[in-house]
């Protein structure tokens, strides 16, 4: 007995050494893509200018000598203003030049989402999952995702910040640690506009399942930590109402109803985007694109509470839901704006009891990475290469993704009465 506990006790080690070995020749796969590969989109034009003018301007980030101007909340403008005064010190200091400067600027402003990553890799081998608390195929599962690897290592966007605060915040909140889940939907609010479509569906589950002491608690610990980067950024900017002309305003940068989006609206509007309606323009009867769009969210938002309140729908299947009927029927879409759906399949895995299910959201998690990358990877040929898939392509890919919002919805509804036949 004593010799094969000690032979199953090296097979783990041998096991986990492997393992280790794996999530290293990832890191050093991201590394080399986050270096190597230089963006001319978002990486050049934005976050590398922001990097290097921000700490010019005493981080007063939404200050009018910035260009472009920056309209993100705070949190990635003021990581990238660190990184910026470490390759301003670089530059001035050490004398660096010309390619290899940028090539350290084309890493370095990559980073935040790859200690991001990495960072959520070390939490989730650490926790519990529906696979008999083996979190393995999840690590895989997230290191292997091709919307998330272009997204960080090629675009150098943040949107796998937005997949993990969210991932944190609701998986704290249905684990009872209300200061925790808190803090990451703050941390969420102050990384992309997009949280904020989650907000009021994080204070609905609040207010169902916590008491009036969790109220207190959780306010004061998402206030807190909302308002430490804000408050400072408020005075220097002698305005109170920053953060909300900032979450206000958000959406007011796509003018277009669709920005490279494959979703309901690109079917009728497969982009050229010079043919594409603006918000402003009236649709029917006086009603303009954004009038439409403001009632269809709220049509969304109402039916998602009545799911969760009436009929007591799972909160992450809600979730995943409403982040796809969001992307996929309103307006002002982004092609990156489907990627929070993926947190959600993730804490459906994640909370899961029973594995009979975890096929489908597998395939369902494939399937959504699949339609994500080649929405990203469109417009970043277009852009870095001048190689574009064309409007044909464009509407048969926004059919496939109507299409595949509404056989998802339709299987998170009568999944039961499946699962049971």
Known sequence: M???????????????????????????????AVFFISSVMDVRRFNIPWALEIPKNYFNIYSSKIHPLVNYPPLIPLILGVIGSFLNFVHISLGLRGLPFYFLCNGLVKLPSLIGTFAFITWLKKERSSFNGNNWPLVLLFLCSPALFLNTTVWGQFD?????TLILSFYYLENKHVELA?????????????????????????????????????????????????????????????????YLNGSGRYLAIND?????????????????PKVNDVFAFGLTFKNLNFLILLIILAIIFLMILRFHFDLNEALLMYSLWIFTFTMQQHERYEIPSLAFIFLIL????????????????????????????????????????????????????????????????FKDKLETN
């Open 2 to 32: 004593a010799i094969k506990n000690i032979k199953e006790k090296e097979l783990q080690r041998e096991s986990e050494f492997e393992k280790r070995i794996i999530v290293f020749s990832f890191l050093v796969m991201y590394l080399l």
């Open 160 to 164: 796998v910040i937005s997949v993990i």
């Open 182 to 246: 808190s803090f990451w939907m703050a941390v969420s609010l102050l990384s992309k506009l997009q949280a904020v479509y989650f907000f009021p569906i994080f204070v609905l589950f609040l207010i169902i399942h916590y008491k009036l002491l969790d109220y207190l608690k959780s306010f004061i610990t998402g206030s807190l930590t909302f308002l430490v980067p804000w408050f400072p950024l408020m005075i220097i900017n002698h305005n109170f109402f920053l953060p909300i002309k900032l």
């Open 260 to 276: 490279h989006t494959f979703n309901f609206w690109s079917v009728f509007y497969p982009y050229s985007v010079k043919l594409l």
């Open 350 to 413: 994640i909370l899961k009891k029973d594995r009979q299910s975890n096929l489908a959201y597998l395939l369902i998690f494939g399937a959504l990475n699949i339609l994500i990358f080649f929405n990203q990877l469109n417009v970043y040929l277009s852009h870095a290469a001048e190689i574009s898939f064309g409007s044909i392509f464009v509407l048969i890919a926004s059919i496939i993704s109507v299409c595949l919002t509404i056989t998802i919805s339709v299987y998170l509804v």
